[in-house]
């Protein structure tokens, strides 16, 4: 957390406002910015842990081999909730106690030599025997409970798990936890007989102990950071294959191992493309994949040991949906990406993290498209692209590359700006330097910088050499400067030709004062016809000339929005059915993006969606059923929400006719996604024949099992308009649920009550210890946006706000407010939000806040523009 108190203003803010931080010089270890000395360097480090579950707790002994540049008063490393037996640094023969002074504030230890003696230059070993804590979140080591059943009796169980991504591995460690700070591992575990153990190496030895225990010994590891070490430990199972010489093996509970057939056939695709990709095989002799039953959310990229959440990695092949095929498929991708962008070549420090996390996100998307064209994985990841640009437009912005002073800090980080604008930009700069260009500057990345770190910079040097081009100049708007553009186009005919103008501005939402900027910007124009125009605007207006007078457009999604004259924005509406799907979804997504600037009014989106007819995307249909939920959001009456309720289900009506609720022999591999989301938009809009029959399908889903690629719609539907009868059987599901998919949809449906009594027995139960504490304050943050009314939500964790936090983590207690605060639209509602962050936590926590609060102000001043008029379109619509 930043140690900066309120009196210093908006400090978290301002770091990430700020715009480029200037030139960024290519890598050098000694420049490199963290907190710790750079005299000391770690060369290898031999850890070993003896986990005591029933006491919540380990026993550690860490010898780390270290390299003293110049004489030093004292070592100071990392560590955090770690209890010091004992520390001992051994120089050739001689030993020294050394003293521990701990900084729980700053995380770190300093050992002392005795009597105010110094540390020589040269090769020592420091030896420090510790206990720690086994805690209950998903940060450094930690348990996950889960459930199976024996004997027909629902049975507890329990794993170890490690996550130590950003600044966790010192929860489990002491150590130079910090990226530019590599060094080898040998990681060895007392565990008992009947558990497996697994690492980022292959097992070298198995040792027996007394008592029903053995000593699992990992072979040394290459030249890594702490943050990707991994132990996992647990009754599992396996599934093991080989690709290219390289051993891999998926891990799960008990009787799962067959769930992971298709994420095995995946990863021996993913991995020999990307070994030809790269340029650099796959580094280690092995590489494995657990899943984790519970208590951790998403991935984590550790070499050789990646660690999934159980239903994104086990695949039931009866019960699961293409979606989820899918979701799997990327998130594979992905995380196998890193152990390339990351792991072999890692940041310096978090201000670079993008390039870990937007090259794994781009080279899953790239994959799949390559593997299998007919998911259009190029189309469906624009919703990300959406997502960091509502974010990116915002006065809460900050750039891709943001400097970081404090590593708590880079939590703030992990976010849909680092991600999914870092992918969206890459596609832009690899369209700008050609395929083969992009493709051969990243092979020389690898080549040069393998086992070690790199900054922006090393990329843009390795690239600029592969293509000819002066990367840095094109690329650093883009990755140094917060925001993006708008571009705006006009048209006029001139004897018998098109003539279009390019113009850009800095495109912001609620922003008024935000500085202006500029980009160098690839548009490509495409006439009715097949003729097109590629153009790289700059600061100054462009002119591009067309053989006709027809309507031009911008093609080929790019990281900008655009606005049209009046006149070509209502040929381009006439027109809307002739365009494909990404021309209509980017027409569609700029239209309500100009809506919530304030630099058009509802009825210009509102006319693209009348004008969908016979629409059958179910991308574009996402886009439309996420506006109109903003758009309900801004109304207040329960008179006027249940209007537009019954114009938006006329809306969705059509195309769900034409899906319906069951399969048809040889639809649309995309058809079952689009039906679960007109099921679930129908249902919570209150369609009393979708009610029905969601209610009918959930009531006999015992004889006849409900379609899984609709079953979490079905389950919303039901919670929505649940009774008490329905609500009792959701918490038995969850209660009941074996596999955490089930688990999670169950607690999804439960979060969508509207009932109020029942939702506050919900959220009574999210207080008691039934469920593990950081998905129990998941869920509780996120009741606010399921259920149809967030005010009793919003009350209700106010008052039990000293209960939530105790439950959350430290960082946890940052979202708590905010998540729950996020449906609303009134702006009274931002300053409660923010003064009750103050009143609670530190400086760390204003940055989240103040994401929601500028969030809740901006659909407040679009609720004051807009308002009438989407009352007036829903009653005009209701009637029909």
Request: hydrophobic fraction near 45%; glycine fraction near 8%.
């Given at each position: 957390?930043l140690?900066q108190?309120?009196?210093?203003?908006?400090l978290?803010l301002a770091?990430l406002?700020?715009?480029?931080?200037?030139?960024?010089?290519r890598?050098s270890?000694?420049?490199?910015?963290?907190?710790?000395p750079?005299?000391?360097?770690?060369v290898?480090?031999s850890?070993?842990v003896?986990?005591?579950?029933g006491?919540d707790q380990?026993n550690?002994?860490?010898?780390?081999?270290?390299?003293?540049?110049k004489?030093?008063?004292?070592?100071t490393l990392?560590a955090a909730?770690l209890?010091f037996r004992?520390?001992?640094l051994?120089?050739?023969?001689?030993?020294?106690t050394l003293?521990?002074?701990?900084d729980?504030?700053?995380?770190t230890v300093?050992?002392?030599?005795?009597?105010g003696?110094m540390?020589?230059?040269?090769r020592?070993r420091?030896r420090?025997?510790?206990t720690?804590?086994?805690g209950k979140h998903?940060?450094?080591f930690?348990?996950?409970?889960?459930?199976?059943?024996?004997?027909g009796k629902l049975?507890d169980?329990?794993?170890?798990?490690?996550?130590?991504e950003?600044?966790h591995?010192r929860k489990m460690?002491?150590?130079w936890?910090?990226?530019?700070?590599r060094?080898t591992?040998?990681?060895?575990?007392e565990?008992?007989d009947?558990?497996t153990?697994?690492?980022?190496?292959?097992?070298?030895?198995v040792?027996?102990?007394?008592?029903?225990?053995k000593?699992?010994?990992?072979a040394?590891?290459?030249?890594?950071?702490?943050?990707l070490?991994?132990?996992f430990?647990?009754?599992?199972d396996?599934l093991?294959d080989?690709?290219?010489?390289?051993?891999?093996?998926?891990y799960?509970v008990?009787?799962k191992?067959?769930?992971?057939?298709?994420?095995m056939?995946?990863?021996?695709?993913?991995?020999?493309?990307?070994n030809d990709y790269?340029?650099?095989r796959?580094?280690?002799p092995k590489?494995?994949q657990v899943?984790?039953?519970?208590?951790f959310?998403?991935?984590m990229e550790?070499?050789?040991a990646?660690?999934?959440?159980?239903s994104r990695?086990?695949?039931?092949?009866?019960?699961?949906?293409?979606?989820?095929q899918q979701?799997?498929?990327?998130?594979?991708?992905?995380?196998i990406?890193h152990?390339?962008?990351g792991?072999l070549?890692?940041?310096?420090?978090w201000?670079?993290?993008?390039l870990?996390?937007?090259f794994?996100?781009?080279?899953?998307?790239k994959t799949?498209?390559?593997?299998?064209?007919q998911w259009q994985a190029?189309l469906r990841?624009t919703?990300?692209?959406?997502?960091a640009m509502?974010?990116?437009a915002?006065?809460t912005?900050h750039?891709?590359?943001?400097p970081?002073e404090q590593?708590?800090r880079?939590?703030d980080l992990?976010?849909?700006i680092?991600?999914n604008?870092?992918e969206?930009?890459l596609y832009?700069?690899?369209?700008?330097?050609?395929?083969n260009a992009?493709?051969e500057g990243?092979r020389?990345y690898?080549?040069?910088?393998?086992?070690?770190?790199t900054?922006?910079a090393?990329l843009?040097?390795h690239l600029?050499e592969a293509?000819g081009?002066?990367v840095?100049?094109?690329?650093?708007?883009?990755?140094e400067?917060?925001?993006f553009?708008?571009?705006?186009?006009?048209?006029?005919?001139?004897?018998?030709?098109s003539?279009?103008t390019?113009?850009?501005?800095?495109?912001t939402?609620?922003?008024?004062q935000?500085k202006?900027l500029?980009w160098?910007?690839p548009?490509t124009?495409a006439?009715?016809?097949?003729?097109s125009?590629?153009?790289?605007?700059?600061a100054?207006?462009?002119?591009?000339?067309f053989?006709?007078?027809?309507p031009?457009?911008?093609?080929?999604?790019?990281?900008?929005?655009?606005l049209?004259?009046?006149?070509?924005?209502?040929?381009?509406?006439?027109a809307?059915?002739?365009?494909d799907?990404a021309d209509?979804l980017?027409l569609l997504?700029d239209?309500f993006a100009?809506?919530?600037?304030?630099?058009a009014?509802?009825?210009?989106?509102?006319?693209l969606?009348?004008?969908?007819?016979?629409?059958?995307?179910r991308?574009?249909?996402g886009q439309v059923?996420?506006?109109?939920?903003?758009?309900?959001?801004?109304l207040?009456?329960?008179a006027d929400r249940g209007?537009?309720?019954?114009?938006a289900?006329?809306?969705?009506?059509k195309p769900?006719?034409?899906a319906?609720w069951?399969a048809?022999p040889g639809e649309?591999?995309?058809?079952?996604?689009?039906?679960?989301?007109?099921?679930?938009?129908l249902?919570l809009?209150?369609?009393?024949k979708?009610?029905?029959?969601?209610?009918?399908?959930?009531a006999?889903?015992?004889s006849r099992?409900?379609?899984?690629?609709i079953r979490?719609?079905?389950?919303?539907v039901?919670?929505?308009?649940?009774?008490?009868?329905?609500?009792?059987a959701?918490?038995?599901?969850?209660r009941?649920?074996?596999d955490v998919e089930s688990?999670?949809?169950a607690q999804?449906?439960?979060?969508?009550?509207?009932?109020?009594?029942?939702?506050?027995?919900?959220m009574?139960?999210?207080l008691?210890?039934?469920?593990p504490?950081?998905?129990?304050?998941w869920?509780l943050n996120?009741?606010s946006?399921?259920?149809?009314?967030?005010?009793?939500?919003?009350q209700?964790v106010?008052?039990?706000?000293?209960?939530v936090?105790a439950k959350a983590?430290?960082?946890?207690r940052?979202?708590v407010l905010?998540e729950t605060?996020?449906?609303f639209?009134?702006?009274a509602?931002a300053?409660e939000?923010m003064a009750?962050?103050?009143?609670n936590?530190?400086?760390?926590?204003?940055?989240?806040?103040?994401?929601?609060?500028?969030?809740?102000?901006l659909?407040?001043?679009v609720?004051a523009r807009e308002k009438?008029r989407?009352?007036q379109w829903?009653k005009?619509?209701?009637?029909?």
């Amino acid at each position: 957390m930043l140690a900066q108190r309120f009196a210093n203003g908006l400090l978290a803010l301002a770091l990430l406002a700020a715009g480029a931080a200037g030139a960024e010089p290519r890598f050098s270890f000694h420049s490199t910015p963290g907190k710790l000395p750079k005299e000391v360097v770690p060369v290898h480090y031999s850890l070993r842990v003896v986990p005591e579950i029933g006491k919540d707790q380990f026993n550690g002994r860490i010898e780390i081999d270290l390299d003293v540049a110049k004489p030093v008063k004292a070592l100071t490393l990392n560590a955090a909730n770690l209890t010091f037996r004992s520390a001992v640094l051994v120089t050739g023969r001689a030993e020294a106690t050394l003293g521990a002074g701990v900084d729980a504030k700053n995380e770190t230890v300093t050992l002392t030599p005795p009597a105010g003696g110094m540390i020589r230059a040269g090769r020592h070993r420091l030896r420090i025997d510790y206990t720690g804590p086994i805690g209950k979140h998903s940060q450094g080591f930690f348990q996950v409970p889960y459930k199976v059943r024996e004997g027909g009796k629902l049975v507890d169980k329990k794993m170890l798990a490690t996550h130590f991504e950003p600044v966790h591995a010192r929860k489990m460690f002491p150590s130079w936890d910090e990226p530019a700070f590599r060094a080898t591992f040998d990681i060895a575990a007392e565990i008992d007989d009947g558990l497996t153990a697994v690492s980022n190496m292959p097992v070298l030895k198995v040792s027996p102990l007394p008592g029903g225990r053995k000593e699992v010994a990992f072979a040394r590891s290459v030249s890594m950071p702490t943050y990707l070490v991994a132990l996992f430990i647990g009754e599992m199972d396996s599934l093991q294959d080989e690709v290219d010489g390289i051993k891999l093996g998926i891990y799960t509970v008990k009787g799962k191992a067959e769930q992971a057939r298709f994420a095995m056939q995946s990863t021996k695709q993913i991995v020999r493309y990307f070994n030809d990709y790269f340029g650099e095989r796959y580094a280690l002799p092995k590489l494995d994949q657990v899943a984790l039953p519970g208590g951790f959310g998403g991935a984590m990229e550790n070499w050789g040991a990646i660690v999934y959440i159980e239903s994104r990695l086990a695949l039931d092949p009866v019960a699961s949906s293409l979606k989820l095929q899918q979701s799997i498929y990327g998130l594979i991708a992905h995380e196998i990406a890193h152990q390339w962008f990351g792991n072999l070549v890692t940041m310096a420090w978090w201000d670079n993290l993008w390039l870990n996390e937007a090259f794994a996100s781009w080279m899953a998307t790239k994959t799949a498209e390559k593997f299998h064209p007919q998911w259009q994985a190029e189309l469906r990841r624009t919703p990300r692209v959406e997502e960091a640009m509502l974010e990116d437009a915002r006065k809460t912005t900050h750039p891709v590359q943001t400097p970081v002073e404090q590593d708590s800090r880079a939590f703030d980080l992990f976010d849909s700006i680092t991600y999914n604008k870092g992918e969206a930009f890459l596609y832009m700069l690899e369209a700008y330097l050609g395929e083969n260009a992009f493709r051969e500057g990243v092979r020389r990345y690898m080549r040069a910088h393998r086992f070690s770190n790199t900054t922006t910079a090393d990329l843009w040097h390795h690239l600029s050499e592969a293509s000819g081009q002066d990367v840095k100049v094109f690329a650093a708007q883009w990755t140094e400067q917060p925001g993006f553009p708008l571009v705006k186009i006009g048209q006029r005919c001139e004897g018998g030709r098109s003539v279009v103008t390019l113009t850009q501005e800095r495109f912001t939402l609620n922003d008024p004062q935000a500085k202006p900027l500029s980009w160098q910007v690839p548009v490509t124009l495409a006439a009715a016809g097949v003729e097109s125009r590629p153009v790289l605007l700059g600061a100054a207006p462009a002119e591009v000339r067309f053989a006709r007078c027809e309507p031009v457009r911008a093609v080929r999604v790019g990281y900008y929005r655009v606005l049209y004259d009046d006149a070509s924005f209502a040929q381009l509406v006439g027109a809307l059915g002739k365009l494909d799907a990404a021309d209509r979804l980017r027409l569609l997504s700029d239209s309500f993006a100009l809506v919530q600037a304030g630099r058009a009014d509802v009825t210009r989106y509102l006319r693209l969606v009348d004008q969908l007819g016979d629409e059958a995307d179910r991308t574009v249909w996402g886009q439309v059923i996420e506006s109109l939920r903003f758009l309900r959001e801004l109304l207040d009456s329960p008179a006027d929400r249940g209007a537009f309720d019954r114009s938006a289900a006329g809306i969705f009506a059509k195309p769900f006719g034409k899906a319906g609720w069951d399969a048809i022999p040889g639809e649309n591999a995309d058809t079952p996604t689009l039906r679960s989301s007109l099921i679930e938009a129908l249902g919570l809009a209150g369609d009393e024949k979708i009610v029905r029959e969601a209610r009918a399908r959930f009531a006999a889903r015992e004889s006849r099992t409900i379609d899984p690629s609709i079953r979490p719609a079905v389950l919303n539907v039901v919670g929505r308009h649940a009774d008490q009868t329905a609500f009792d059987a959701l918490l038995g599901m969850m209660r009941g649920a074996t596999d955490v998919e089930s688990k999670w949809q169950a607690q999804s449906a439960l979060r969508h009550v509207a009932e109020p009594k029942l939702q506050h027995r919900w959220m009574e139960l999210l207080l008691t210890d039934e469920l593990p504490p950081g998905e129990a304050v998941w869920n509780l943050n996120h009741v606010s946006q399921g259920s149809e009314n967030p005010e009793p939500v919003w009350q209700f964790v106010r008052a039990n706000l000293a209960k939530v936090y105790a439950k959350a983590s430290p960082r946890g207690r940052v979202y708590v407010l905010p998540e729950t605060a996020i449906p609303f639209a009134d702006a009274a509602r931002a300053d409660e939000l923010m003064a009750l962050t103050k009143a609670n936590l530190d400086a760390g926590a204003l940055y989240q806040a103040e994401k929601v609060a500028d969030w809740i102000r901006l659909k407040a001043a679009v609720k004051a523009r807009e308002k009438e008029r989407i009352v007036q379109w829903a009653k005009e619509h209701a009637k029909r």
